[in-house]
């Protein structure tokens, strides 16, 4: 099934279907990996003001190079980040939630793109026998990832992914191309966190929220603990 929808991805991202993707999805993280180094190179030889002014236009750089077509949230990201540089000690959690907006808009416009362009099959989005069954067997490579790896390690975060990767799989999750969407925000949002850009418990939050969002009303209980 991965394979499948990868391979559907590449062909729209190659221009296939004509209409051009809302994001160059193979481009994120390399473009936001990017931005960091050059968020960090803000604050050399800059006053507040000049070193505020280098770290936003990063942001529009980024969305160039991730080819993102609706820039719409992005100046309300702009100004939220802003803000927060002029309040001493204010908390990072209004910006991190910003940027969250934003690019949580720009990967439901990714799923709507594939749900438009991919086949579909036919029947139920998952298969409801398997849940509980598939849920104890999250539980179980959960707490392996616990028992296995650091906490806020981006290892702790690969192994809960895929966790949640096979529990998609035990229960025949049919829209893979949202699997892949949530794939792609915990590795920026764990790739944050490894160069020291984002909060640990922001990175947790996050986790929490996007896997609650991918299995909404499966009755499914969350089982990231710490």
Request: aromatic share 8%.
């Amino acid at each position: 099934m991965r394979k499948a929808v990868l391979a559907g991805v590449s062909v729209l991202l190659l221009g296939g279907a004509g209409e051009a993707p809302p994001v160059d999805v193979a481009a994120l993280r390399p473009a936001a990996a990017l931005q960091r180094k050059e968020i960090d190179r803000c604050d050399i030889g800059r006053d507040l003001e000049a070193s505020i002014d280098c770290s936003i236009a990063t942001y529009e750089r980024f969305a160039a190079r991730a080819k993102i077509k609706d820039k719409t949230l992005l100046p309300t990201l702009e100004r939220v980040l802003r803000a927060e540089y002029h309040e001493i000690g204010n908390d990072p959690y209004p910006a991190a939630r910003a940027w969250y907006r934003f690019i949580d808009s720009v990967m439901h416009e990714e799923e709507a793109y594939m749900a438009s362009h991919l086949s579909r099959r036919d029947g139920p989005a998952y298969d409801a026998a398997k849940i509980g069954a598939a849920t104890a067997g999250e539980h179980r490579a959960v707490d392996r990832c616990i028992q296995t790896n650091e906490l806020f390690t981006g290892a702790r975060y690969e192994c809960l992914t895929a966790a949640a990767r096979d529990f998609a799989g035990a229960i025949k999750f049919r829209d893979m191309y949202r699997f892949e969407s949530f794939v792609i925000r915990v590795q920026l949002e764990t790739d944050d966190l490894m160069d020291s850009h984002a909060k640990p418990e922001m990175t947790a939050e996050r986790f929490n929220m996007l896997h609650k969002e991918l299995f909404k009303g499966l009755g499914y209980v969350d089982p990231h603990r710490y």
